[in-house]
Structures are given as C-alpha cells and as structure tokens.
Nanobody, 125 residues
Framework: VQLQASGGGLVQAGGSLRLSCAAP????????IGWFRQAPGKEREGIACISSDTHSPYYVESVKGRFTISRDNAKNTVYLQMNDLKPDDTAVYYC???????????????????WGQGTLVTVSS
C-alpha cells in the first residue's frame, strides 16, 4: 500500500489548509487512517485518526475544534481540514494506515503499518 499525502504549503496564522491522503489502486474505507506530524526538533506525534469500523474521529487536544478528519470513499481519500492554523502547527505531516483498528492506541506510530511521505506545512506569524 502506497499512501500519498499532499496539500501542504505556506499559510499565514489563522489561515486554512486541507491535506489529502490517497492510495491509488487501494481501497482505504476499511482501514484506520491516522495523521501524524513532526515539527523541527520534536518527535513525531499523532494528531488525528479516523477509525475503520465506525469512522469515528479522534483528535489530540491541541487540534480539537480546529482540525477535522474525514473520508471521501468515492474519491478513496482521507482529508485533514486544518483551520485557524498557528505557527506551532508548522511541521511535516504524514498519513498512516492499518487494517487493524488502533482504538485507544491511535496515537502510537507502531499501530500503523503503512506510511506516506510527508507534506510540509509552514504557518507564518
């Protein structure tokens, strides 16, 4: 499974971006999809996940109310809509997938077997 993350860019604080995670030739709707990010000098952290069974979203506290994870099964794509971006959101963003539901372990990188390349998000103040 090759995941493709896209949609990063440079945006001013308060602005919005929408990241996409696609897997050409592979159906994502039955997979748990997580979004992670790694800021300069920091460890990679899980920030959002959408479950494979109930399609329930999960968010880390720092992005709740600002980021929304969603699926478009017709386009076989998972999105991360990011609003009210802050300079602290500057990072390389990765999507990850696994066929097993991570449940409470959704923030653990080890629970995802497939990863896309990162897409850089830069938020200027």
């Amino acid at each position: 499974v090759q995941l493709q993350a896209s949609g990063g860019g440079l945006v001013q604080a308060g602005g919005s971006l929408r990241l996409s995670c696609a897997a050409p030739g592979f159906t994502l709707d039955r997979w748990a999809i997580g979004w992670f990010r790694q800021a300069p000098g920091k460890e990679r952290e899980g920030i959002a996940c959408i479950s494979s069974d109930t399609h329930s979203p999960y968010y880390v506290e720092s992005v709740k109310g600002r980021f929304t994870i969603s699926r478009d099964n017709a386009k076989n794509t998972v999105y991360l809509q990011m609003n009210d971006l802050k300079p602290d959101d500057t990072a390389v963003y990765y999507c990850a997938a696994d066929s097993y539901e991570p449940y409470t372990g959704w923030r653990l990188q080890s629970n995802y077997g497939y990863w896309g390349q990162g897409t850089l998000v830069t938020v200027s103040s």
